[in-house]
C-alpha cells in the first residue's frame, strides 16, 4: 500500500541534456529506454489488435501501425502513448524496475495482478477500467521487458478540473459534487470483493482471486539507511507480510518490525509518540455487521487516478498497482486522498491567500471548511451507492479521515509526530466539551439540603475535572517514561472513542 498523497508526470522529451547529475526520475527513464525494445512496439501494438479483430470479426484488412508519442514518468511506471492512423489510442504502462535485479517474484506477480484486476472489474463491474489487451510480467517477450498494454483514456485529472480558477465557482462546485458523487458510485461496487484476510488480492493459474503474502515499504528504515555514510542511493526497504487475520496487524506491521529490530529511537518522546499512536490504533472501530473484514480498495485513490472530463464526469479510474485486501476502515468506503488533506499537517499547505485566489508556489489547497463540506458530500453519496443498509455504516466514510491518517503516521516518520498531536488535540477538545457538560449538569442537581453537602464535594469534584488539562508533549512524555496514570488513559481513550462518533462533523 502507499501512501503518497501526490505524483506529477514527467515527459521524457523534457530531460536536459545539460546538467552532470540527473535527477532520479530521468534515471528511471534512462534504464529503461535502455532496456526496453520500443523499435518492436508499433508491429506488436499492430499485431494485438488485428488479433482482437479476428476474435470480433472486425475489419481488419486496412490496419496499419500505429504511432509513439512522447512518454511520461508517473510514480513508479513509464507511459508510452500509442495512436493507430484511425485515432484508436492505446497506452503502454512499464515498470522502471522491471529490468532491474529488484524487480523480484513478488513486484512480477503484482504487475500480473495489477492486469487481472482490472479484467476482472470489467466482467463483474460497471467501473470504468481500461481494457488490457496484453501484459507481460517477465523480459520474454518481444518488448525485452515486463509491461501491460491498455485502453488509452484521454481527459483531465481530478487536481486540474477541481481547481479550475478560469470558471465560475458555482460552475466548479457543480463539477466537483459530480466527481465525489461518480466516485462514490465506483467504488461502492468493490464491495463485491470482500475477504476474510488482508494482503495482496493474486491471481492463481485460472486468473482466480486469492489472498497472498504483501510487501510494505519501510519508510523509516529507508530513511535511517538514506542518513548512513556509504548508503546505496535509490534502495527500496520492503518487509514481507503474510496475510492478516486481525485488521489492525496492517496499521502496526511497521511499529512491529521496528520494535523487534530494535531500531535506534529517540527514546523517551520517540517511545511516547509511538505509544499514544498504539493507544489510537488499537481503538479504530471496524464494523460488526456480519460481513468479511477486508475488501478490495484503490491503493492510491489520489488526483492522479481518475481520468475526468472537463465538466467533471468520470471517464476511467486507473493506477490500480498492488491491489490490496484492506480492512474496511480504510476500505472501498473511505474518503478520497485529497480531502483529507489538513489531518495531514506536514503535508497541508493551505493559506488565506489561496481563498483570495492568490496563486501558490506549490499545489493548491482547500480551505478546512471546504474540505469539511465536501466530506460530508461524499459520505452521503457512499451512503447511497452502498450495496448494504445497515444503519451503523453511515458513519464509515467519515470516521476513514482519522484512520487513513493514522495507517499514514504508523508508515511515515516525517508524518507522525504532526498527525498524531493533530488527533490529541483534537480528541481533547472532545474531552473539555464533555467535562464542561457533566460538570453543568452536576451543579443543576438537586437542592435538597440533606443532598448539600455530597453536591458540594461533587462539585469540587467536577471542577478539578473541568480545570483538566494535559497536554500533547506531557501525554507522550508520561508515555515513554511508562508513568501515565490510568485516569489519563481512560481519559484519553474515551476522547478518542468520543471522536470517532462524531467523525460525521469533521
Not at 65 to 79: N, R
Not at 98 to 122: C, T
Request: glycine share 4%; proline share 5%.
Amino acid at each position: 500500500m502507499d501512501t503518497a498523497r501526490e505524483s506529477l508526470p514527467v515527459p521524457w522529451d523534457s530531460l536536459s541534456d545539460n546538467r552532470d547529475t540527473p535527477t532520479e526520475s530521468e534515471e528511471k527513464l534512462f534504464i529503461v529506454m535502455s532496456i526496453l525494445a520500443l523499435e518492436h512496439l508499433p508491429a506488436y501494438a499492430l499485431t494485438i489488435r488485428r488479433a482482437i479483430c479476428a476474435k470480433s470479426n472486425c475489419s481488419k484488412a486496412n490496419l496499419q501501425p500505429p504511432k509513439i508519442g512522447a512518454s511520461y514518468i508517473l510514480g513508479e511506471y513509464v507511459f508510452f502513448p500509442i495512436t493507430f492512423p484511425d485515432g484508436l489510442y492505446w497506452l503502454l504502462k512499464v515498470p522502471t524496475s522491471g529490468s532491474l535485479p529488484s524487480f523480484d517474484a513478488y513486484q512480477a506477480e503484482a504487475l500480473r495482478s495489477e492486469a487481472l484486476v482490472m479484467m476482472m472489474l470489467r466482467r463483474k463491474t460497471t467501473i470504468p477500467v481500461p481494457d488490457v489487451y496484453a501484459f507481460s510480467k517477465t523480459c520474454a517477450n518481444s518488448l525485452n521487458h515486463p509491461f501491460i498494454l491498455l485502453q488509452g483514456v484521454k481527459g483531465k485529472n481530478v487536481y486540474d478540473v477541481w481547481f479550475d480558477k478560469a470558471s465560475r465557482p458555482e460552475v466548479v462546485k457543480t463539477r466537483r459534487i459530480r466527481i465525489l458523487n461518480d466516485i462514490a458510485e465506483a467504488m461502492a461496487q468493490l464491495e463485491k470483493f470482500s475477504f476474510d484476510h488482508g494482503g495482496s488480492l493474486m491471481f492463481d493459474e485460472n486468473a482466480r482471486a486469492q489472498i497472498g503474502q504483501y510487501n510494505l515499504f519501510d519508510d523509516e528504515s529507508y530513511l535511517d539507511h538514506q542518513s548512513r555514510p556509504g548508503h546505496v542511493d535509490n534502495l527500496s526497504i520492503h518487509h514481507a507480510i503474510d496475510p492478516i487475520s486481525d485488521t489492525k496487524e496492517l496499521y502496526t506491521a511497521i511499529l512491529d518490525r521496528r520494535e523487534e529490530q530494535k531500531m535506534p529511537l529517540n527514546r523517551t518522546l520517540d517511545d511516547g509518540e509511538r505509544g499514544l499512536l498504539r493507544m489510537f490504533i488499537d481503538r479504530i472501530p471496524e464494523p460488526d455487521d456480519g460481513r468479511k473484514p477486508f475488501v478490495l480498495h484503490h491503493t492510491h485513490f489520489s488526483v492522479c487516478d481518475f481520468v475526468l472530463s472537463t465538466e467533471g464526469t468520470l471517464q476511467a479510474i486507473i493506477n490500480w498497482e498492488a491491489p490490496f485486501s484492506a480492512p474496511r476502515s480504510m476500505g472501498n468506503e473511505r474518503h478520497p486522498s485529497w480531502l483529507t488533506r489538513d489531518w495531514d499537517p506536514l503535508m497541508y499547505n493551505w493559506n488565506e491567500e489561496m481563498e483570495r485566489g492568490i496563486k501558490p508556489g506549490g499545489l493548491w489547497e482547500d480551505s478546512p471548511s471546504t474540505l469539511k463540506f465536501y466530506r460530508s458530500v461524499y459520505a452521503k453519496f457512499m451512503q447511497i451507492h452502498r450495496f448494504s443498509s445497515l444503519v451503523d455504516q453511515s458513519t464509515l466514510t467519515a470516521k476513514s479521515l482519522i484512520c487513513e491518517n493514522l495507517f499514514i503516521a504508523s508508515r511515515n516518520p516525517a508524518n507522525r509526530s504532526n498527525i498524531v498531536e493533530k488527533i490529541f488535540k483534537e480528541l481533547m477538545v472532545t474531552v473539555k466539551q464533555d467535562l464542561d457538560c457533566r460538570y453543568i449538569v452536576t451543579k443543576g442537581e438537586g437542592d435538597d439540603d440533606e443532598d448539600k453537602e455530597s453536591e458540594e464535594e461533587e462539585g469540587e469534584e467536577e471542577n478539578s475535572e473541568d480545570d483538566y488539562d494535559l497536554d500533547y508533549w506531557g501525554a507522550i512524555d508520561a508515555i515513554g517514561e511508562g508513568s501515565l496514570s490510568q485516569r489519563d488513559r481512560d481519559i484519553i481513550n474515551d476522547g478518542f472513542d468520543r471522536l470517532m462518533q462524531r467523525a460525521i462533523l469533521l
